[in-house]
């Protein structure tokens, strides 16, 4: 940009051009235009760290990233094998990291050329840029956190061309205690993005009832990121049923947060120099509402206020009271786009601005009536004080009148034309001079004074916890909207292994139904001693949708918010694995077999006795055979080793023998009714197995042409019937049969014998020639 101001008129030329300089390298992950960012999502830049050359799967890594846009600032220590999971759980927009560590789906996001700062070298920087004697003072950081701390801050000042943004002192994240998921987890589930990229149809979508995009910001922080800490996730359930109780307290609070600014992204315009009067603004609006806020829960909250609650209202109450009066004072009611545009600083707020405003503003006036008095001094009715370009404020009258005012020695002659004079006075050149000087100086102070609000409001410290905090407070109205209706429910978190989910919907499919339509619920149970749920039954019957709502419930209830059931009492879940439906990686030469194995290996590797594993169609990749007995194998693996909370959809209807040699294991169907030639799936999930697939009748439904389907009717008939010759019945996989042996002397010898020829004394002296032949064999 233009980094030299232009000539004024009057002043010396300028010899060649204005000087420019680079003032900012625009990048995807430090962008703070509000009109290039989502409101309610995060824009991440992230660095990572490993203290190696040579990676591998147990080195430890070091992860650091800042949203500019906010200033918020996190840290993370994680195993190497853990990175994939955290990329897909932040999404980040950027990523600072030797392209090693990085795996292919996220390759595209890498910065170039980006390495690391060595650690005392980080750490003199950390503590610089905080403000600290060392940074140890700020947590207890490793040396990986620290070098990726330092790489992603230089990067951020690099960007701004040496200034520094605002950015929150750094906040270490510990990864164990979040709900483990891994990246085909979630993308089997939708959680915040669909597959298709969009949002729509996701469960952020179907739960949000957020009026702010602060609140649907952090809501997506909660479902990406569900917690392991049963007091955090009590905490979130105890708030928002409090404002669920309370007469009358959502329908006051949703207006008021509506009407709540975005503060964090407009702390984040101002600190990085890019602040908008309207910025200003919506600090002094949150202020008020903080205010507004107070007086509404102050007559609530009492000793048996839930912690959360209490904590909201203590952390706004008059924290920032004199900046209010401040920015109240100082703010014009009607505010431009931009501070060039002037009008941003109300009037009476500093008197050296207000006089010069009266001289720029009365110009008018005073030219008219210094006119006026020229008019009449020099008997000239014609007489004008006009502008010129060149020669600012002149006297302008015609060349007959001209003659006679050159007779006046306080006149100066400036210019003639074929019809004009134009003259000056010492008066007229003081008042050009003013009237200039006026509008520059009014001008210049003016944006003085803006820049002075905005070193206050930056430097206030209460401002980004008030942010959090009305983000915190939409989220849990939000929550409390949500289960109003009595729809939705609390559930019962423990520390044990209990599972159970009463009449549990699927809250994206139930939100994207006609509102004629009714969703049918289903129960989950999981008890510690039948934990294995072994689910048969067709297509189209709704497995896959059953599988993926008790997964969501999870993911729910761990993020502290309602769960769409009746009642639900769930374990605390420490990993949750989902692998439904199929898909392929052709761009790295996996097909849809292999994908499903690579998900499945990682499962088996992964999953204990605290996960939730739901798993559809282990095997149908392959071979009948081959398939069976992966299947057979997974499902052995999980309840007999693992000993993981598991619902195994499978159309492996031979598995269901299983259950005598699995205690734990439970067979379930969905049911199906015939009725007049018509196959009628109800969607519901009973005790029991399926009778079989009804491949053919989903074929007809999805208009496969009739005589295809009546040939493949009449060729399931044949087969069927021939089963029991063409397909081997259970067990299956005994002890594999021993590999062919010699010629069996042994056995030779004894078809060779006959016992009724033989005395006793023959028969006992062949026995131990028996005998010695076994031996030697």
């Not at 769409?564 to 030469?589: C, Q, T």
Request: charged content about 25%; aromatic content about 4%.
């Amino acid at each position: 940009e233009q980094t030299e101001q232009a000539r004024k008129p009057g002043e010396p030329p300028q010899k060649g051009p204005l000087a420019r300089a680079i003032v900012r390298l625009v990048t995807a992950g430090t962008i703070t235009e509000e009109e290039l960012l989502e409101a309610g999502r995060q824009n991440l830049l992230l660095a990572v760290v490993s203290p190696a050359k040579k990676v591998k799967a147990s080195d430890l890594c070091g992860a650091a990233w800042i949203d500019i846009s906010t200033g918020s600032f996190e840290t993370a220590s994680l195993g190497r094998h853990q990175l994939e999971e955290l990329l897909a759980r932040l999404d980040p927009s950027e990523i600072l990291a030797d392209p090693a560590l990085i795996p292919a789906p996220f390759a595209p996001r890498l910065a170039p050329n980006i390495s690391a700062p060595a650690t005392d070298n980080a750490r003199s920087r950390m503590a610089q840029i905080f403000d600290v004697a060392q940074i140890g003072i700020l947590g207890d950081f490793s040396d990986e956190e620290i070098r990726a701390g330092a790489m992603v801050l230089d990067y951020v000042r690099r960007s701004q061309a040496g200034s520094m943004p605002r950015i929150a002192r750094p906040l270490r994240r510990d990864e164990s205690e979040t709900l483990g998921l891994d990246p085909a987890t979630r993308a089997s589930l939708d959680l915040v993005q669909a597959r298709d990229g969009t949002s729509e149809h996701t469960l952020l979508a179907a739960i949000d009832r957020c009026v702010s995009p602060a609140g649907q910001r952090l809501l997506a922080q909660w479902i990406a990121a569900p917690s392991t800490d049963i007091a955090v996730i009590q905490g979130r359930q105890e708030a928002w049923q409090w404002i669920n109780a309370q007469p009358g307290l959502i329908d006051a609070l949703i207006p008021l947060l509506r009407r709540a600014p975005d503060l964090a992204r407009a702390l984040g315009r101002l600190s990085s120099a890019r602040g908008l009067p309207r910025d200003l603004a919506a600090t002094r609006d949150l202020l008020n509402a903080a205010d507004a806020l107070v007086a509404l829960l102050e007559p609530l909250c009492g000793e048996t206020t839930p912690t959360l609650i209490r904590e909201l209202f203590a952390g706004i109450y008059g924290r920032a009271d004199s900046l209010l009066a401040t920015l109240e004072k100082a703010l014009a009611e009607t505010l431009p786009a931009r501070v060039e545009d002037g009008g941003v600083i109300a009037t009476g707020y500093d008197p050296d601005l207000d006089r010069y405003r009266g001289l720029r503003d009365d110009s008018k006036r005073l030219l008219a009536a210094l006119q006026q008095r020229y008019a009449e001094k020099f008997n000239v009715a014609t007489l004008k004080i006009r502008h010129h370009a060149q020669l600012g404020y002149i006297i302008e009258t015609s060349v007959l009148h001209g003659a006679k005012l050159r007779e006046f020695p306080e006149l100066s002659f400036r210019q003639g034309t074929a019809n004009l004079v134009r003259f000056t006075t010492d008066e007229l050149l003081d008042l050009d001079r003013a009237i200039l000087e006026a509008a520059d100086r009014a001008a210049g102070l003016e944006r003085r004074l803006f820049a002075a609000l905005v070193a206050e409001t930056v430097a206030h410290p209460a401002l980004p916890e008030l942010a959090t905090l009305f983000a915190m407070a939409d989220v849990l109205t939000g929550a409390a909207r949500l289960a109003h209706g009595g729809a939705w429910c609390s559930p019962e978190m423990t520390r044990d292994q209990s599972f159970e989910l009463r009449a549990c919907r699927h809250p994206v499919v139930e939100a994207a139904l006609d509102k004629a339509a009714r969703f049918i619920p289903n129960d989950c149970l999981l008890p510690p001693d039948q934990r294995v749920m072994l689910l048969t039954g067709p297509n189209m019957a709704g497995k896959s949708t059953f599988l993926r709502q008790t997964a969501l419930a999870v993911v729910l209830a761990q993020a502290g918010l309602p769960v769409p059931a009746a009642r639900a009492r769930i374990g605390i879940v420490d990993r949750l694995f989902s692998r439904v439906g199929a898909a392929d990686d052709l761009a790295r030469g996996r097909s849809t077999f292999m994908v499903e194995m690579t998900e499945t290996a990682a499962i088996l590797r992964q999953a204990g006795p605290r996960s939730l594993v739901v798993v559809d169609e282990i095997g149908r990749g392959t071979s009948t055979l081959d398939g069976l007995a992966i299947a057979w194998a997974t499902l052995e693996a999980l309840h007999s080793q693992l000993g993981s909370r598991t619902i195994f959809a499978t159309h492996f209807h031979e598995l269901c023998s299983l259950s005598d040699s699995m205690p734990r294991l439970t067979p379930f169907t969905m049911a199906v009714r015939e009725w007049q030639g018509q196959v009628i799936f109800q969607h519901e999930v009973r005790k029991g197995s399926a009778r079989k697939s009804w491949g053919v009748h989903v074929a007809q439904l999805a208009g496969v042409p009739q005589p295809v389907v009546q040939r493949a009717t009449r060729l399931l008939t044949a087969l069927e019937r021939d089963q029991g010759r063409a397909v081997p019945q259970l067990p299956l996989f005994d002890a594999a049969p021993p590999p062919p042996a010699a010629p069996d002397r042994l056995r030779e010898a004894l078809e060779a014998l006959d016992p009724d020829a033989l005395s006793p004394r023959e028969a006992l002296e062949t026995l131990y020639a028996l005998r010695k032949l076994a031996l030697e064999t």
